[in-house]
C-alpha cells in the first residue's frame, strides 16, 4: 500500500510514511485535541501501482480528500472516535477540518520557506506549518483568523485577490502528515506540533511577514519574465540578424554568380565576334588572291626581227687551206 503511482516496487519511500497513519490520527485528537476525520486512501492495482479509492481517472488528490459530502459531520476529536473511523480502513488518509480548533493559511512554498525563515529570525510565535507534495505551505493560526484575512491583506496595501494568501475557515480541511498524496510525495511537517507551540498565533501578527514574502515572490517571479523576455527578445533579434546575414550573404553570392555569369558570356561573344571578323577577312584575302590570279598579265615586248644568217665556211676552202 505505501506503493506511489507510476512508482516500482524498489522506490523509496520517506520514513515519515512508516508511521501509523491512525497512531498519527490518535495523537493529534489526544495531544492537539484537534478533530480528525478519515479520507480516501490507495488501493494496489496490477503493475505494481496504486490509486485512489474513489476511482476517480481525473483524482486531483488521489488518497488525500473526504470520502463523502458530509465529511464534517464525521470528524471527531476523541482517541477513541479516532481508533473506530479507521478500524474499517486503516490506510485511510488522515485529514483535519478548519475552523475548529484552528484556522490555516494557505501560501506557496517559495514565499513561506521565506516567510517562515523572517519569522524565526525574529523570534515570532508560530504555530505548526505543513508542506505539502504540490508545493504549498499551511500556516495554522487561531480559529476566525480566515475571516480577517481580507480585511488585513487590505490594510497592507495590497488586493486579496493578488496577493495570493488563501484562509481556510470553517466548512475545509488540511490534509495532515503523514498522508501520501498519491504518486506526488508525503505531506510533512516544516514545523511539527510540539508543546512550545501548543498555543497558536493570531494572523495579525504573521500577514506582514507573509504579504512581504508573497511581494517578494511576485516581484522575483515578474523579474524572471522581464528577463525571460528580454532574452527572448535577444533571441529574436539574433535570430533575425543571423537570417539578415544569411540572406546578405546569399545575395552577394547570387549577384557574384550574376556578374561572373555576364562576364563570362561577354567573354565568349567577344571571342565569338573576333573569330567572325578574322574569318571575314581571311575570305576577303582568299577573294582577292583569286582575283589577282585570274588577271590577265601586261603585254610584253615586241618581237625583234631576226637576221639572216651570213654562210659559214665550207669543206672546200678548208681543204685549199690546208693544201696550202
Known sequence: MEETIGVTKSAQIPKERRESLLDNAVRYAEERHWDVFPGTWLEAVPGGRVRCSCDGDACRMPGAHPVRPDWSTQATGSAGGARRLWSKHPAASVLLPTGRTFDAIEVSETAGLLALARMERMDMMLGPVTHTPDRRMYFFVLPGSACKMPD??????????????????????????????????????????????????????????????????????????????????????????????????????????????????????????????????????MERADAVAKRPGPPGPPDRPRLPQRPGPTTKHTGSAAHS
Do not use: C, F
Request: no cysteine.
Open 152 to 285: 488585513l491583506v487590505r490594510s497592507l496595501g495590497w488586493m486579496p485577490s493578488v496577493l495570493g494568501l488563501s484562509g481556510y475557515g470553517e466548512g475545509r480541511y488540511v490534509v495532515a502528515p503523514p498522508t501520501r498524496v498519491g504518486g506526488y510525495g508525503v505531506v510533512q511537517w516544516a514545523r511539527k506540533p510540539t508543546p512550545a507551540n501548543r498555543w497558536l498565533p493570531d494572523v495579525e501578527s504573521l500577514i506582514g511577514p507573509l504579504a512581504y514574502a508573497r511581494g517578494r515572490e511576485m516581484a522575483d517571479a515578474r523579474d524572471q519574465d522581464e528577463e525571460q523576455a528580454r532574452r527572448g527578445d535577444r533571441i529574436e533579434r539574433a535570430g533575425r540578424t543571423y537570417a539578415t546575414e544569411r540572406a546578405e550573404r546569399a545575395e552577394r553570392r547570387e549577384r557574384a554568380e550574376r556578374r561572373e555569369h555576364a562576364e563570362r558570356r561577354d567573354h565568349l561573344e567577344r571571342r565569338e565576334r573576333m573569330e567572325r571578323v578574322e574569318r571575314r577577312d581571311r575570305a576577303e584575302r
